[in-house]
């Protein structure tokens, strides 16, 4: 089914232009302000084959390389402003926090729409038909939230690990400063990938008077008050918990990511290996991208399979995933970009067992016939309407996705 990319490459290098190539070779960061790690050096290197896709696609509508939203990365300069300060995303974030949910649904705020969405539907979520393109049309549909009804104006940023991975907690992202996306947890006890030394509530940055509604419903943290529904629907104020977590980082820095892109040329492998089943073998930090990047800061709700959304930052992180499948998907855009993977569930085994049994799922047999329902947080749409990063959905602004660079 997948024909080797590396036999078409020269093809396609062939008709993209010498001009189109300089302007996406960057010597140095787009953003000026950290040095390309060996990923952003293979996206501009990548930047020509998208360009000479684009030229040849009928389906692109008005969406054009120029016309194409850029996600920021956090930590940026006032060349390509991303987000040096989380100041007005946060007051956005405020305001969806504040606001009364637009839906039947049991959440308390417009932001626990997203929230419980993901408890509710994580078996279709996880399912590995869904997993890449749902959760890419969920992250956008908060996006689109934040902008059309919480007042913010920019797009929502990705978390590019190789920045922080090496010192998390000094981080702009995680230094708990007010340009940050909040701080360090207090030290708690916590069981899973070797804890970086908090675990307890934030006490420094934005989200330091946060409260966190509901769940939990996964299993991680020992020590969360119980939620008074078994579904985790039902109000459960708190505080957020966070274990910003080096160790965790550290199976995302630049040559990991780099070796998920390029040496997993078939769907499922790139698939398996970015959610690290299985792990790798004699490896300090086997637990793939997804892992790395949900445990950089796990805690409560971050660390909690279905409730992870209840931590801002999970849009951060799945903004970079997105960045990552979107470079792979790139390295052969005519045989990636509908390439669906049909490997396992991408859900802890004992979480599956007990979700299936509360929401059986079943999905179509042939990924075209897929139609991915956000309930009441985006409408349904055929997956292979949201597999194309740059004019997906027939090109219109309603699906079509940002280009993720910084
Ligand atoms: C961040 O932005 C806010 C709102 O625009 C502003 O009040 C604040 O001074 C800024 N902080 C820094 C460190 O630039
Ligand atoms: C927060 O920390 C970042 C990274 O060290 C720094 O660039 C920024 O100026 C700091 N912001 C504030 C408000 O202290
Ligand atoms: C990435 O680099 C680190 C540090 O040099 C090394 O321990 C790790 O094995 C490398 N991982 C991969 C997948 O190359
Ligand atoms: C893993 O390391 C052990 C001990 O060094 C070695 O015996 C084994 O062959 C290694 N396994 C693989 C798959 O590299
Ligand atoms: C493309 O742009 C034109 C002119 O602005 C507009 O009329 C048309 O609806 C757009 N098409 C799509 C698919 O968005
Ligand atoms: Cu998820």
């Known amino acids: 089914m997948m024909i080797n990319a590396y036999k078409i490459l020269p093809l396609i290098l062939a008709v ?13 960061s787009r953003n000026g302000y950290y040095p390309l790690d060996v990923v952003d050096e293979l996206e501009a290197a990548t930047m020509p084959k998208v360009e ?12 054009t390389l120029e016309t194409a939203v850029d996600r920021p990365t956090s930590g940026a300069t006032s060349r ?3 987000v040096r300060n989380t100041s007005k995303l946060c007051s956005a974030f405020r305001s969806c926090h504040q606001r009364r949910q637009r839906t039947s649904s049991r959440a308390l705020s ?5 929230v419980g969405f993901h408890m509710t539907e994580a078996m279709m979520l996880h399912d590995p038909y869904h997993l890449f393109a749902s959760h890419k049309y969920f992250i956008w549909a908060y996006e689109k939230a934040l902008r059309d009804e919480c007042g913010y104006t920019g797009y929502q940023p990705y978390m590019n690990y190789d920045r922080y991975a090496q010192d998390p907690v000094n981080s702009p992202m995680f230094n708990g400063n007010a340009s940050s996306m909040g701080g360090q947890g207090l030290p708690k006890p916590y069981d ?6 908090g675990g307890g509530c934030v006490t420094e940055g934005p989200f330091k008077d946060m409260v966190v509604s509901l769940g939990p419903k996964g299993h991680v943290l020992t020590d969360v008050p119980k939620n008074p529904q078994s579904d985790g629907l039902g109000s459960n104020p708190r505080c957020l918990r966070r274990d910003v977590n080096r160790n965790s980082a550290l199976g995302a820095t630049a040559n990991y990511t780099l070796s998920t892109i390029l040496d997993n040329k078939d769907v499922d492998a790139f698939y ?5 089943m299985p792990p790798l073998i004699n490896d300090t930090h086997p637990w793939g991208l997804h892992n790395a990047g949900h445990y950089m800061f796990g805690g409560d709700p971050g660390g909690d399979f279905f409730a992870s959304p209840g931590d801002p930052s999970f849009y951060f992180h799945h903004g970079m995933l997105d960045r990552v499948w979107w470079i792979w998907q790139m390295q052969d855009p005519e045989n990636r970009i509908n390439a ?4 396992g569930m991408a859900m802890p085994p004992h979480q599956l067992r007990e979700e299936a049994a509360l929401h059986p799922f079943k999905r179509a047999e042939d990924p ?20 194309d990063q740059l004019g997906g959905n027939r090109g219109s602004s309603a699906t079509s996705m940002s280009k993720l660079v910084d």
């Open 340 to 343: 669906i993977p049909t490997g």
């Open 52 to 63: 000479a896709w684009m030229a040849t696609k009928k389906t692109a509508g008005n969406c």
């Open 368 to 387: 075209k016939d897929v139609i991915v329902d956000l309930g009441w947080i985006a409408p349904a749409i055929p997956l292979l309407e949201l597999t």
């Open 110 to 114: 417009r932001y626990d729409d997203f």
């Open 192 to 197: 899973w990938i070797r804890p970086g030394g």
């Open 80 to 82: 390509f402003p991303g």
């Open 272 to 276: 398996n290996r970015y959610l690290g």
């Open 16 to 28: 993209s232009s010498g001009a189109a190539e300089a302007a996406f070779m960057p010597k140095t």
